[in-house]
Each structure stands twice: as structure tokens, then as C-alpha cells.
């Protein structure tokens, strides 16, 4: 580490202040965010763009947006519908043996399969 006159900082043991001996940032130490902790920097940036931000600015933002995306751009389209409607849910599509379908009498099949083991198990111990 330096410091302002280009000289190296450290505590006399060899190592930088606030970094424990391999180099690392120390327990309790808040320098790589200046004091201010993860959690609170979203709510001070969010802070920060609300007390700038008056209707006309987010009515003008809000146009320029909708402009964007009737124009093409997929990304404002995509921002326009998620803030609107929601993401899409993601659905996941379960399949048996080769792609075919998972039918109910196959999962209790499994089921029972599965508790014979476990009572086996449980018989021989």
C-alpha cells in the first residue's frame, strides 16, 4: 500500500494496516467501501436518484423508455414488460426414461420402491 507521498504505508510489522499478515482485509475492516457497508449502498444510491428525480424527469425517462422499445430495442422492451407484468415464471419440464412422460403410477411406483428400502435398511440395523 502507499500512501500520498508514494512512500509505503505500514504498521512497522511488514504489512499494511487493517490486513492481516497473507494480505487480506481484515475482520471489522470497511476500507473497500469506504465505511459504508454492501447492504447499505443500494439503499443510499436508491436515496440518492429518488431526491433528484421530480414526476416530469420519470414521466420524460418513462417516454424515452417506451420509445426505445417501439423502436426495437429489445432490452427497454424487456424493462418495460418485467416492470409492468412481472418476469415470466420459469417453468421446468420433467420427463421420464428417453424423454417420455412422467406419469403419476411411475412416481408411486418410485415411492413405494424407495420406502421397501428404507424399511430393509432400517430391519437390519
Known amino acids: 500500500m502507499k500512501d500520498d507521498t508514494g512512500g509505503s504505508v505500514n504498521n512497522g510489522k511488514g504489512q499494511a ?13 470497511n476500507v473497500s467501501l469506504g465505511g459504508v457497508r454492501k447492504t447499505a449502498a ?38 418495460l414488460f418485467e416492470h409492468c407484468y ?6 421446468t419440464e420433467l420427463t421420464g426414461a428417453e424423454g417420455a412422460a412422467v406419469t403419476f403410477e411411475a412416481a408411486v411406483t418410485a415411492l413405494q420402491e424407495a420406502e421397501q428400502q428404507l424399511k430393509g435398511k432400517e430391519a437390519s440395523e
Do not use: Y
Not at 487493517?18 to 481484515?26: D, I, K, M, Q, V
Not at 412481472?86 to 417453468?91: D, E, H, I, M, V
Open 17 to 29: 494496516p487493517g490486513r492481516e499478515s497473507n494480505g487480506r482485509f481484515a475482520k471489522g475492516n
Open 86 to 91: 412481472g418476469k415470466p415464471l420459469q417453468r
Open 42 to 79: 443500494p439503499k443510499l444510491l436508491k436515496d440518492a436518484i429518488l431526491r433528484r428525480m421530480s414526476s416530469e424527469k420519470l414521466d420524460k425517462i418513462i417516454d424515452k423508455l417506451v420509445t426505445m422499445a417501439v423502436g426495437g430495442d429489445k432490452d427497454a422492451a424487456r424493462l
